[in-house]
């Protein structure tokens, strides 16, 4: 369509591939490609969608953008069809910076899984969620994690690397970090040291340095 920046092939690829063809909405996680009945063929029923739009009057339009930017990766997000037009229709609600979390959190749950970064963890267990292995890449170097409670009235938030997951304006964030807190504990991977310290486990810093060695190769 003309006036409209849209993604070649060759970016649509790439987003797809990140993400493992897995819808990047943390609510839904749709795989988003399988077999057909036709064995020459394959399904798919996801989409490379703009963060911010294609063209002026779409929703989350940025006139700052040139065109190469706007049909580049860097703006777009692998979602399926049913979450690709949600988020088209409201954009108060989905704001370019929500989408860009929900990228950011579907590669590295993507990431987690890649080669032996899985079989670190263990190869019958489920996969590590994004918010797990954003914690871990966190504190590969130091290995500590922190629980701060009761302060600024941000409720009970975790430290990792010098960096707060918590949002003062939405406490599910903190929640959803706590949550990964004590998966990767059960896992083995951390353990309560004392007070507001946990530590990385040798298996915790194997993966984690693991995981940012993956992640440094890739940016």
Known sequence: MAGRDEFPLSVKRVVADRVAHMCSNPECRARTSGPQSDPGKAINVGVAAHITAAAPGGPRYDATLDPKARAGVGNA?????????????????????????????????????????????????????????????????????????????????????GRDFVHQDDPAVAAVYLDALDSIRRRGLCRHESGILHVLTGSGFRVARRLKALMGSDT
């Open 77 to 161: 997000i692998w979602l399926c069809q049913n979450c690709a037009k949600l988020v088209d229709s409201d954009p108060a609600a989905f704001t370019a910076e929500l989408l860009r979390d929900w990228k950011r959190r579907a590669e590295l749950a993507a990431l987690a899984e890649v080669g032996k970064a899985v079989e670190a963890v263990a190869p019958r267990s489920r996969p590590l969620t994004g918010e797990e292995a954003e914690l871990l890449i966190a504190c590969a170097q130091e290995g500590d994690i922190l629980v701060f409670s009761g302060v600024q009235q941000l409720g009970t938030w975790v430290r990792a690397g």
